[in-house]
């Protein structure tokens, strides 16, 4: 079992647990006034370009 958790540790991928009851807000717009907001802002100024360095 020790050998796991440290082959986890050095692992470079995140180990993430989902919790089952955020289902239920699936779909759902939680902040509408903040989401009509950022909308709003990134169709004026639009999302930053990405440079391949």
């Known amino acids: 079992m ?7 540790n ?6 993430v647990k989902i919790d089952k009851h955020l289902e239920r807000f699936r779909g759902k717009v939680l902040f509408p006034k903040k989401l ?3 909308n709003e802002i990134l ?3 639009g999302l930053p370009k990405l440079s391949n360095k």
């Open 43 to 45: 169709a004026r100024v």
């Open 10 to 15: 050095k692992s470079k991928t995140p180990i």
């Open 36 to 38: 009509k907001k950022a």
């Open 2 to 8: 020790n050998l796991k958790i440290n082959e986890l």
